[in-house]
């Protein structure tokens, strides 16, 4: 089967298996940042989200969303590149990634997220455009290249400010969250070269389904609004985790 027959056609059809992925891994991230006001109000002992379980929860769940993005832009596009929908698509992310940047610096300048989950993805996707046609096998090999690059890359040519979003520096960037190309884009390339062998082995034509049932659907929702429920979901926790301290002490 080709890869034109076995992608279902992103105008038309969802595939609930995906949303439902993406719902595990909103309540994943929920669960962490949870854990990261509690410390931040003082609840739990200082580190507790940045060591050990709560921290790999964390490299986990920001995996998981580049991975799952990597095969997006490969449903989407991998039947040829929707250039008005890539646009407004990139538009969105750079908005709410411009958003974080600013709310984050408003309430924390000292360490204002000015590359994180959101930044990652736009230029991923960018990045990922110049790759989308090579071999699956080719793109999974480019991706273990960039998970190592780090190890051996790194130069006091990347200090500069301006260079942080490689990931390529001798420093280290005091921020809440950063997810530099190098080694981040390495889960997107690993999601488009998985998406790119399950479309050859026909997986999203099985998966494909415009009416799951409501049990499914149900699941399935917070997967469909990934970008609203990321946007809201720190306000609301920090204003209730806030209000909560402000009422006990």
Same mark, same amino acid.
């Not at 408003?106 to 790759?131: K, R």
């Not at 390339?189 to 659907?217: H, I, Q, S, V, Y």
């Given at each position: ?13 969802? &595939?609930?298996?995906?949303? &439902? ?6 309540? !994943? !991230? ?22 050990? *379980? ?28 929707r250039w008005r929908a890539f646009g407004r698509r990139l538009a969105i992310l ?24 959101? =930044? ?26 960039? *998970? ?27 921020? !809440? ?5 190098f080694p981040w884009f390495a889960p997107f390339l690993a999601g488009l070269a ?6 050859? !082995? ?22 469909? =609004? ?5 946007l809201l979901h720190q306000p609301v926790l920090i204003g209730l985790v806030g ?7």
């Amino acid at each position: 089967m080709s890869e034109a027959t076995s992608i279902p056609r992103p105008r038309t059809m969802r &595939i609930p298996a995906l949303d &439902i992925v993406r719902s595990l891994a909103l309540c !994943m !991230m929920v669960v962490f940042h949870f854990v990261f006001d509690l410390e931040m109000f003082g609840h739990v002992p200082p580190s507790t989200a940045t060591t050990g *379980f709560w921290r790999a929860l964390a490299v986990t769940t920001a995996g998981s969303f580049l991975f799952l993005a990597g095969v997006s832009l490969y449903l989407a596009h991998g039947e040829g590149i929707r250039w008005r929908a890539f646009g407004r698509r990139l538009a969105i992310l750079l908005a709410a990634a411009l958003a974080v940047t600013i709310g984050t610096y408003l309430v924390f300048p000292q360490a204002f997220v000015f590359f994180g989950i959101l =930044h990652s993805i736009a230029l991923c996707s960018l990045l990922g455009l110049a790759v989308l046609r090579l071999p699956a096998l080719l793109i999974a090999a480019l991706a273990i290249v960039v *998970f190592y690059a780090p190890d051996y890359a790194t130069s006091d040519l990347f200090n500069a400010r301006i260079w942080w979003w490689t990931g390529l520096q001798n420093v280290t960037p005091t921020t !809440m969250d950063y997810e530099p190309i190098f080694p981040w884009f390495a889960p997107f390339l690993a999601g488009l070269a998985a998406a790119k062998a399950a479309a050859a !082995m026909g997986l999203w034509a099985r998966l494909g389904n415009d009416t799951p049932p409501r049990t499914l659907r149900v699941v399935a929702w917070p997967g469909q =609004h990934s970008l609203i429920i990321y946007l809201l979901h720190q306000p609301v926790l920090i204003g209730l985790v806030g209000g909560v301290t402000f009422l006990i002490r």
